[in-house]
T-cell receptor, first 115, second 115 residues
Framework: DAGVIQSPRHEVTEMGQEVTLRCKPI?????LFWYRQTMMRGLELLIY????????DSGMPEDRFSAKMPNASFSTLKIQPSEPRDSAVYFC?????????????FGPGTRLTVT | GEDVEQSLFLSVREGDSSVINCTYT??????LYWYKQEPGAGLQLLTY?????DMKQDQRLTVLLNKKDKHLSLRIADTQTGDSAIYFC???????????????FGTGTRLTIIP
């Protein structure tokens, strides 16, 4: 398996623009997680899905952020409108389940720069 | 809420032991993890320890857990240049709609190896 795939790897956009980050989990995994990594706050869980259903979105910073998982092999994280403080590396991870028995496998991340 | 803290930087001479420390606040943590992030890559699970254990050894890695002080450490024996990376401590605690575990990460410790 190719592992968790994220695209794009790098995104540079201007303030106010819409940004869409994409993730393809490992085939057969039924849980998907979105994380944001910044120097100041480290790695934060934004939202996670189980069987395509959002379970906990309490980490989503504000209404400008939204995430969807229309099917088991694809998820998006959208920021609209984007702001400079959204600049970070966004990681997607997937696992066989959300129980602690299941290891989360991380994608390579998308580095977002908002100018 | 949960909070996980780590020092940001550590420099160690090649061949010496590295000790990376972490403190956490959530006493209901069930598992504690160490993840490794190499440049430009996602996170990889290195090792984990169940909260009722106080030590776990895995080849060059030793994890020590002091549950009373909520202190976790990772010792890497005979540190090599390939150990250069950012190391994240994470805790899992019950949460979510189905009582699923979710991970809270520290800010990461950047380990630099001095030749």
């Amino acid at each position: 398996d190719a592992g968790v795939i994220q695209s794009p790897r790098h995104e540079v956009t201007e303030m106010g623009q819409e940004v869409t980050l994409r993730c393809k989990p490992i085939s057969g995994h039924n849980s998907l997680f979105w994380y944001r990594q910044t120097m100041m706050r480290g790695l934060e869980l934004l939202i996670y899905f189980n069987n395509n259903v959002p379970i906990d979105d309490s980490g989503m910073p504000e209404d400008r952020f939204s995430a969807k998982m229309p099917n088991a092999s694809f998820s998006t994280l959208k920021i609209q409108p984007s702001e400079p403080r959204d600049s970070a590396v966004y990681f997607c991870a997937s696992s066989l389940g959300t129980s602690i028995d299941y290891e989360q496998y991380f994608g390579p991340g998308t580095r977002l720069t908002v100018t | 809420g949960e909070d996980v803290e780590q020092s940001l930087f550590l420099s160690v001479r090649e061949g010496d032991s590295s000790v990376i420390n972490c403190t956490y606040t959530d006493s209901s943590s069930t598992y504690l993890y160490w993840y490794k992030q190499e440049p430009g890559a996602g996170l990889q699970l290195l090792t984990y320890i169940f909260s009722n254990m106080d030590m776990k050894q895995d080849q060059r890695l030793t994890v020590l857990l002091n549950k009373k002080d909520k202190h976790l450490s990772l010792r890497i024996a005979d540190t090599q240049t390939g150990d250069s990376a950012i190391y994240f401590c994470a805790e899992s605690a019950p949460g979510g709609y189905f009582g699923n575990e979710k991970l809270t990460f520290g800010t990461g410790t950047r380990l630099t190896i001095i030749p």
